[in-house]
């Protein structure tokens, strides 16, 4: 064989194995985008998960806030039915103790007079 055609020989096997080396590189780089592809989205969906959950703690807080408030409004609602009857209970007792008569055009002082020695 001679140097000239051992030399392109060597050129030929050269160049197959830098081609050989760049599809290698780029099936290595192809694999290394996808994982990292793979990576990001995982990421993503991770973060829209928390986001999510956030969401749900913050409506789930805010409704309970509202129970709480509705719940105080008819306590105090109760409450103030409660206090109103007594007050009216302690009302009737005070003015049937007193056994006043209602006053009106056609009262009679002297009954009440009666009424009040």
């Known amino acids: 064989m001679t140097t000239q055609a ?3 020989k060597e050129r030929e096997e050269l ?12 099936e290595s780089q192809r694999r290394e985008a996808l994982e990292q592809q793979k990576k990001d989205e995982e990421r993503f969906c991770e973060l829209e998960l928390i986001k999510r959950q956030k969401e749900e703690v913050a409506w789930r807080k805010k409704l309970e ?4 408030h509705a719940n105080q ?4 609602a ?6 109103m009857k007594s007050d009216w209970m302690r009302i009737e007792y005070e003015v049937s103790s007193l056994k006043l008569l209602p006053l009106g055009p056609t009262s009679n002082v002297s009954s009440y007079k009666k009424l009040v020695k």
């Open 6 to 8: 051992q030399a392109r």
């Open 15 to 26: 160049d197959m194995m830098l081609k050989e080396n760049s599809r290698r590189v780029e």
């Open 65 to 68: 806030v509202e129970e709480d």
């Open 73 to 76: 409004k008819n306590l105090l």
């Open 78 to 83: 109760i409450l103030c039915t409660v206090l």
